[in-house]
């Protein structure tokens, strides 16, 4: 297996579209069998590319937002970050954690109703077979946060919304209403701590494991509440009936669509490099929202 990044001492286990997953070697040469290194990319992605121009500090930025919001989270629930001990070409933008038998779906909660959740919303009154009030909007805030799993499909092809029943035969009624309780609980909690701090988060994947000796409850991996994860809106702008602005990604997705970057999304082509300016627009957003959430100087 390639190792993309010259990493001694590690093996490359899979890239995602601006994460990468690691398996530290130990001295035999093999893979440590109960870590992982989470490796946070500079890269990003907008309507479905991932874009050629690199974010400085994206990854470094959203690591520290995703570990200060595990501390935030840890009487709630227990994750499987081991340590920050990390190799010099990834400091900062990489984590070693505990490998976790990971439950194949992804767990997704609602605070506000928008996107897939408000088409089918549109489309049958409910999200994943929870029945909503009438007369919501593009934007609208739920009366609670509601639990929307999807499948996790495989690479090129779109996650599935999962029912109720469905996600009880993949992983049993127990785990099934622990996972929508936690992932309801976790976004409850960002919303309490972002909205006093201007941000609105509007819904966020998380992802859980158990121990791979079967042994204690659900463990939180991945990364948590980042705006990679989740929906981040500015609370100022919170409007109702249209759709909302992003918090980080707004000025990429204005230019990509404006005459200037001369590319349509419909062309089927990747989009162009970005502008210096929006890069920086963009960095300073992410650097914005971690210093807003944490209190903490990036
Ligand atoms: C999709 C996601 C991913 C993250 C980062 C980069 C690429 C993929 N991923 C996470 C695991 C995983 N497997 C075992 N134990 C763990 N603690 C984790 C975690 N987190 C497998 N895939």
Redesign the pocket.
Known sequence: MTNPLGLEGFQHV???KV???YAPLGPDGAPVPDR?M?VASDRISAYDWVLDTPIPDKGAVLTRLSLWWFDQLADLVPN?VVSTDVPAAVAGRAVI????E?LKLEAIARAYLTGGGLEEYRAKGSVCGVPLPEGLEDGSRLPEPVFTPTTKAPVGEHDLPMSPAEVEELVGADVAAEVSRLTRAILARGNEIAAERGILIADTKV?F?RAADGSGGLVL??EVLTPDSSRFWPAAAWQPGRSQPSYDKQFVRDWLTSPESGWSRSSGEAPPPLPERVVEQTRAKYVEAYELLTGETF
């Open positions: 899979y890239s995602g994460r990468d997953l992982l989470l499987h954690v505990r490998r976790l990971m992802e494991g991996g991945d």
